[in-house]
């Protein structure tokens, strides 16, 4: 079975850029240490400095599920708090062409 890609939009509230950047920066660290995650990198939009962007590979759909519940992402979701401009918006991919 391949691998499952995932795409997550996070956007900060004007401000709170730097909040939001720091939380996301410690989750990826500890995400990437679960025994499913193939990769998980984290960007910044080059056209929008407010919204951050996490490029995923989990090795199955337990796997992610299991991320969503792991104590570093209920702590990332405490420190985001108020900082957000709304609900990450949260992609899995489907492959179109090979």
Avoid: N
């Amino acid at each position: 079975m391949s691998d499952l890609h995932v795409v997550a939009l996070i956007t900060a509230k004007p401000g709170s850029e730097d909040v939001v950047k720091a939380a996301l920066e410690v989750l990826a660290a500890a995400t990437r240490e679960e025994p499913g995650c193939v990769s998980y990198f984290l960007h910044a939009s080059a056209a929008d400095p407010s919204t951050f962007i996490t490029v995923e590979s989990w090795k199955s759909k337990e796997d992610l599920d299991g991320h969503l519940v792991t104590e570093h992402m209920k702590a990332a979701v405490g420190a985001l708090g108020g900082s957000l401009a709304g609900a990450p918006q949260i992609h899995p991919l489907i492959p179109v062409s090979s």
